[in-house]
């Protein structure tokens, strides 16, 4: 503006012949001049003149109305002064020391015409600063733009919204929120500055907030509001609805101080920023259900892929499991056919050292055999996840609460254990895997820590899951955990407990889900299908085991150790023994004689176990057949059974196995096959 005045008194001073000209601002107590120009000879007299109270106070007199001023006696070498005001309450006054050289009228009509080029000129002023603070907004919102739309999280995108958005209005408080389904409570996602949530939660409950927002458009209330709902909102306020198609998700609110109201700019600058706010939010939420998506790929891919090694390796551990069997059964053989005989108390020892080692070496492969096994044994049945997660926390005891005096750190072991729906299959194999789960947890706790125990339900699924705040495992090592004869605990450790503990949830139709990071502890989180209770079935009646006299058997096995062991073993029974090196054989023996009982292997070239007790039935069904494998629980019981096999007896097996199974096998009818882990009673005699 005091350009403008500048370029009235360049050219139109000297043609009114003024020494003084003023643009002042409304009036007050004094004259508060905005932009001045003045000749040479006035610059003294004009300070003085614009300080006296007398000039006020003739402007006061002429307020709103143009013309010359009265002459002020204080003043007399000031010869005439003109006021014209503006609509805006300001105005222009022009004074000279020597008379007008244009006549009044002339002068009057000249000063108007310039007051109204300052007026244009203090318009386009306004204009021009208006335009450049909405271009610099809307260069600020194209610079929120981008960072709304780089923040993908959409907890945090709802605080940078609110930042951005008092920042852009210049507003004093300023709130995100969305709307509940149901009778809930408003849910304020963000807010900030002098935002109070309890008008709008008020609102809420009443409903007339959602009448508000049912609008589709933005609402301005500068002032007070005759509608009662409104009177405890603060005001200025400005409410801007989230609009994503012909749904109202929610709103956004901003406040200013009393005396700024919202303006027209400021409308049409929430609504393009909220617009950006909305399609930033279903940018991150799509962002989100992507990122949930992909780790749910990923982590069905690990699943799958850990899935196929893990088969890969059950198959081959199977495998050597078998073959580890047929040579254990026949060390065993040997050394129990020797200790029968009277021997040199030096050579007994030996062969009883031997024995508890081949022993020991069965029981390692009989919990390998644990891990390839796909199916349950017996008769699943109900157990209460409760009652197992209690019964492996009483075995652990001594692993997790009497462990302080050794090595100095406190384990504390919390269990949170909810009731559940039961999970069908083995009590005892859920409480195994359990308590490994729990010992390798006191394991990751060196210098003491704590053991979480939990037990819930989602839906139809039940969960196990134990949690400590130990060591962690890095992922390589996660990634094995599950193999075979690894483990991170040295001498200590057989590497079997996490391979069994698979194989066992794998056979009840769970999984086990692992998260671990290095110092961070370990959470192993067993899933199950949720199972009924079932009513409890009598218990068996007991068979009395028969006194078996001399029998004819045959035995058929394509390992010659094994069937030659066998052989001997039966022969120091008291039993007629015939041997078949395979079933091609044993059919030719079978064509020739009649036997009280035949035992075969499964697995042999040529013609299998399931084949040679089909023959054997086929020929009389009341011959029993007993099956002696290295595939331990491997073996499909369905199968047995419906090959007509009678006992399976598992290898590697004890003398008194063999005579046991014999008398049990005569003392039955032969309706249900049993299986008789062999080294059991072994290592009870031993």
Excluded: C
Excluded at 639 to 654: A, C, M, T, W, Y
């Amino acid at each position: 503006m005091s350009q403008a005045i500048k370029l009235i008194w360049e050219a139109a001073g000297p043609v009114m012949g003024a020494d003084l000209l003023v643009f002042f601002q409304p009036l007050e107590e004094k004259l508060r001049p905005e932009s001045l120009e003045t000749s040479a000879a006035a610059r003294g007299r004009a300070e003085l003149l614009l300080r006296s109270g007398e000039l006020v106070a003739a402007l006061r007199q002429k307020r709103n109305k143009t013309g010359f001023l009265d002459p002020f006696p204080s003043f007399p070498e000031w010869n005439w002064h003109l006021v014209v005001f503006l609509e805006d309450g300001r105005g222009l006054l022009f004074s000279s020391l020597s008379p007008a050289p244009l006549e009044a009228s002339k002068q009057l009509r000249l000063a108007v015409g310039l007051a109204a080029l300052v007026q244009s000129a203090g318009r386009w002023q306004v204009l021009e600063s208006g335009m450049r603070l909405y271009q610099r907004r809307l260069e600020k919102l194209a610079v929120f733009q981008k960072q709304l739309f780089s923040t993908l999280k959409e907890t945090d995108l709802a605080e940078r919204i609110v930042a951005r958005g008092a920042e852009l209005l210049n507003t004093v408080g300023a709130a995100l929120f969305f709307l509940p389904s149901g009778d809930k409570n408003l849910k304020i996602a963000a807010h900030a500055g002098k935002f109070g949530p309890v008008p709008f939660q008020r609102a809420h409950a009443s409903g007339f907030l959602e009448k508000l927002l049912a609008k589709r458009r933005p609402l301005v209330f500068n002032g007070p509001e005759a509608a009662d709902e409104l009177a405890e909102f603060p005001k200025p306020l400005m409410l801007v609805p989230l609009l994503r198609g012909e749904e109202v998700e929610g709103g956004m609110v901003f406040q200013h101080l009393p005396n700024d109201p919202f303006t027209q700019a400021d409308l049409e600058l929430a609504i393009l920023f909220v617009q950006t706010a909305v399609q930033a939010l279903v940018n991150a939420r799509n962002f989100e259900h992507l990122e949930v998506a992909h780790h749910s790929l990923s982590g069905a891919q690990e699943r799958l892929l850990q899935s196929e090694r893990l088969v890969a390796l059950k198959e081959m551990s199977g495998g050597m499991a078998h073959d580890f069997n047929n040579v254990l059964g026949a060390i065993l053989g040997r050394v129990q056919l020797l200790l029968a005989q009277p021997l040199d108390e030096k050579i007994s020892r030996a062969l009883r050292q031997i024995e508890a080692s081949a022993l020991e070496a069965a029981r390692t492969v009989a919990r390998l055999q644990e891990f390839t096994r796909d199916r349950q044994g017996g008769n699943p049945e109900p157990a209460d996840l409760v009652s197992v997660a209690r019964e492996a926390i009483e075995l652990t005891k001594p692993v997790w609460r009497d462990r302080i005096d050794s090595v100095g750190g406190t384990i504390e072991l919390e269990p949170d254990l909810k009731p559940t729906a039961p999970v069908l299959g083995s009590f005892s194999e859920l409480v195994e895997v359990a308590a490994n789960l729990i010992a390798n947890a006191a394991d990751a706790l060196p210098t003491g820590g704590k053991i979480r125990v939990s037990t819930f339900q989602k839906e139809r699924e039940v969960f196990l899951a134990v949690r400590d705040d130990g060591t962690g495992m890095s992922p390589e090592t996660k990634s094995k955990i599950f193999f075979p004869f690894f483990t991170t605990k040295g001498k200590r450790g057989t590497g079997l407990g996490l391979s069994v503990a698979y194989g066992v949830v794998t056979r009840h139709g769970g999984e086990i889900a692992v998260q671990s990071e290095e110092g961070k502890g370990s959470l192993f989180t067993l899933r199950f299908p949720a199972s009924t209770p079932a009513p409890k079935k009598p218990e068996p009646v007991a068979t009395a085991v028969k006194k078996v006299g001399e029998l004819s058997i045959l035995v058929v096995d394509d390992d010659e150790n094994i069937r030659n062991v066998l052989a001997e073993m039966l022969d120091f029974l008291g039993h007629r023994v015939a041997a078949a090196p395979d079933g091609g054989e044993a059919f030719n023996l079978l064509g020739r004689a009649d036997y009280d009982l035949v035992i075969t292997d499964l697995g042999m070239p040529g013609v299998s176990g399931w084949e040679v007790a089909r023959r054997v039935k086929e020929k009389n069904p009341k011959t029993p057949v007993m099956l002696v494998s290295g595939w331990g629980a491997q073996i499909d019981s369905a199968r047995v059974q419906e090959s007509g096999i009678d006992l399976v007896l598992n290898k590697p097996f004890h003398l008194d196995d063999v005579r046991r199974s014999i008398s049990e096998i005569l003392s039955k009818d032969a309706a249900r096959p049993v299986q008789r882990s062999a080294h059991s009673s072994a290592s009870r005699k031993s």
